[in-house]
């Protein structure tokens, strides 16, 4: 068979450019930066176990990869590694002590504009003010990296874990990140993969900004201010996530449109999800148990499907900010665990609609002692009381058939996961 000629040609500089790579090794003692400087593209750096004072820039495609966890440090001074080049392979290093200016942004690794297709793996980034920049490099891979900031520093005066802006198909997979000002923060980047991460004793888990077309999957969200929270974002997917134990909210959605929020475990946090301005949603099949208030829903949240989801053992389970009644459940309904209705068919689904700001409960939260006589006759005679006349009714949100039973059995095993000393 004949080759097309430019197809041999290409054929052809691969294996010359394969040729000509090498291998350079660095030992303690070498000067790490001259051994990049004087690498040439295709080239694989492997550096040995030690201590490597430097600040490199990478300005070609190559291999930095560390044999036995060297330690590269940055001096407190600028960027510890900055790479302005395509296809480069960082792992295996343990990367430190970038500098403090915020407006500089100073990173342990500061991906330029241009780094595209950059591969940042099994790397520890520590005591970095931001541990990881992104800035519009296209198809990054960030993995199995363990990122820890400045924690004496005040919140404000860190820097985020991993920053993303103005990027496209960035995968960020299997990290754990910890003591930043955000976890992940995530501005004008779109189609992008969050999966697998832990996220926690930072400000937020995760901070998204003016980004479309992203998968948030099976993330663990702790100890934070606030879990997740999408802002000004649409055509999102949060599934499968586990946001638990923020002394704030679980997931904020801010002014969000066209998404999938579902299967998600929600525990242990002050507001469960905090609700605002959100319209034509999918919220399914979530667990919402053992929060302060479940949900807290306000600025005209409408026109969204509320379906399947198990709201369990929250103080409050729905704080309804809104003008008139918002209809939940229309189709499978959802479990609530202070229902009080019947079932005489036995179909699974209640007989008298729910309602979550009754009389009682707008009660309870000018008086929360009355929450001790919850079982009384008398606070029941009161909800009666409120349902059969509507001048004493409030908008609220309303599931027609409430489901008797909760999809999720383990949900026991969510309680009590709240923020230390709450």
Known sequence: MTMLPHLAAALALAIAGACQAATISVRPGDDLAEAVTKAQAGDVIEVARGQYRANLLIDKPLTLRGLDRPTISGGNQGD???????????????VRDSGDSLKDQNAGIYLYPGAHRAIVRRCDLTYNLFGLWIEKANDVLIEHNTITGKREYASPQRGNGVQLYNTKGAKILNNDISFVRDALYVDVSHNALFKGNKLHHSRYGTHYMNSYYNLWEDNDTFYNRGGLALMEVRHQEVRNNRAWGNSDHGIMLRTLQDSDISGNVVAGNNRGFFIYDVEYIKLNDNLVVDNVVGVHLSAGSTRNEVEGNDFIANREQVRYVGARDEVWGKQRGNYWSNYLGWDRNNDGKGDVQYEANDMVDRLTWRHPSIKL????????????????????????????????????????QWRGKHFPGQ
């Open 80 to 94: 510890t590694i900055r790479v302005t080049a395509p296809d480069v392979l960082i792992e295996g290093l343990i």
């Open 373 to 412: 006589l919850l079982a009384s006759p008398a606070v029941q005679a009161l909800r009666l009381v409120g349902q059969q006349f509507p001048v004493l009714r409030v908008p609220s949100v309303v599931d027609p058939h409430p489901r008797m039973r909760p999809h999720h059995q383990d949900w026991s």
